[in-house]
C-alpha cells in the first residue's frame, strides 16, 4: 500500500495516528471494497460505537489522478464509515468498484486513489489501488 500524507507531522517512531487505506492492492470491476480510515479525532464517544459522513472535500476518489465529482463518490461508497469498536477511532466503510468513472469511461487498467483531509493536523492522507 501506498498510505502517506503530505503537510503531517508526527514522530515517526510512534507511526502515524491517521491513516487511510483499501483492504487490498487491486480490484476487479463490480467487487465490494473495504475503505478504513484511522483518527482518534472522529471518535466523539468514549463508551459508544460512532458513525463518520465525510463532509464534503474531506474523503475524495481519484480515478487516473482525476478527482470525479462527489455524486458519484456518493454513489459508489456503500456505506459510511462506522468505528469498529467503542472509542477505537477506526473507521470502515464499504465500496462498490464501479465499472466507468462519472464521465462514463471504462476504468479497467486505472488507478483508484482515495484522500482523507485530515483538518486537524492539516495533512492529506491516502492510497492508490489498480483495477484488474
Do not use: C
Not at 34 to 56: E, F, G, M, Q
Not at 61 to 80: G, L, M, N, P, Y
Not at 115 to 129: K, L, M, R, S
Amino acid at each position: 500500500m501506498q498510505n502517506y500524507a503530505t503537510g503531517a507531522t508526527y514522530n515517526s517512531n510512534e507511526g502515524p495516528k491517521v491513516d487511510v487505506y483499501f483492504d487490498r492492492q487491486f480490484y476487479k470491476i463490480g467487487q465490494k471494497v473495504i475503505v478504513t480510515i484511522v483518527d482518534r479525532n472522529l471518535s466523539k464517544h468514549y463508551d459508544a460505537i460512532d458513525s463518520y459522513k465525510p463532509v464534503r472535500g474531506f474523503v475524495t476518489i481519484e480515478i487516473d489522478d482525476r478527482t470525479v465529482s462527489d455524486s458519484f463518490t456518493a454513489k459508489i461508497f456503500r456505506s459510511s464509515f462506522k468505528e469498529t469498536g467503542p472509542h477505537t477511532g477506526v473507521f470502515k466503510a464499504l465500496l462498490k468498484v464501479p465499472s466507468t468513472d462519472d464521465l462514463g469511461k471504462s476504468i479497467k487498467g486505472k488507478e483508484i486513489r482515495i484522500n482523507y483531509f485530515d483538518f486537524q493536523n492539516h495533512a492529506i492522507w491516502h492510497d492508490t489501488v489498480s483495477i484488474l
